[in-house]
């Protein structure tokens, strides 16, 4: 296999990113420095082309922090299409607000407040995309209740399936041990799905993409 992306590369294929509102880049910036896990700009831009093409009109996203996919995500939909977020984070919803209010997108945003497995069970529709962000030792639990909200021909978008390279090594550090092999069984649970057409892109940290048949 031929190595064809090294930091050249990425230069390259940034130096290409199309030029973003001053909120995404607002909102970059404050994650980098608190150190919050957002999406890498890079896997947001294929959410987002992911969006347009499926044209979904309900959208499921399970994990808000601060809004960034959010936000991303409600830009990209139809006039009459709306994204549901799911957050349980006290320091993060306030900052997700605001972020909504800033970007003029509140109609088409509805935030959840709480824990995901306990306000999923409650949702009555279905959606027609599901990304899922959160937690990575519910990841399993979360999945099994996207899968009975999902539609048929539905688009679920999975991040951090190759959480920072160690699912595929041994040498992890400690800390992330455990998060590591929530992870791996996960991948293999994710992609033996009969329902779901899957698979795993190298971009950002990881994207899984499944669509239920």
Do not use: C
Not at 16 to 33: G, H, P, V
Not at 76 to 83: G, I, N, R, T
């Amino acid at each position: 296999m031929s190595k064809i992306y090294f930091p050249a590369q990425a230069k390259y294929i940034e130096s290409f990113r199309k030029k973003e509102d001053e909120l995404i880049l607002e909102m970059e910036s404050y994650a980098k420095e608190h150190k919050i896990p957002i999406l890498s700009w890079q896997a947001a831009e294929l959410m987002e082309q992911l969006v347009l093409i499926k044209d979904p009109k309900r959208v499921l996203e399970i994990g808000t922090a601060i809004g960034y996919t959010t936000i991303r995500i409600a830009r990209s939909l139809s006039k009459k299409a709306e994204v549901h977020t799911i957050e349980m984070s006290a320091d993060n919803i306030p900052i997700a607000r605001e972020s909504f209010e800033k970007s003029g997108l509140t109609k088409k945003i509805k935030l959840f407040e709480g824990n995901a497995l306990s306000i999923m069970p409650q949702l009555q529709k279905k959606y027609d995309f599901i990304f899922l962000d959160a937690d990575k030792e519910d990841y399993k639990r979360l999945f099994d209740y996207s899968m009975i909200l999902l539609k048929k021909g539905g688009v679920i978008v999975i991040d951090n399936l190759l959480w920072q390279g160690y699912v595929a090594t041994t040498r992890i550090p400690k800390k992330y041990k455990n998060s590591t092999n929530f992870i791996r069984e996960f991948n293999r649970i994710f992609t033996s799905q009969e329902n779901l057409v899957t698979t795993i892109l190298p971009v950002g940290d990881g994207l899984g993409i499944g669509i239920k048949k």
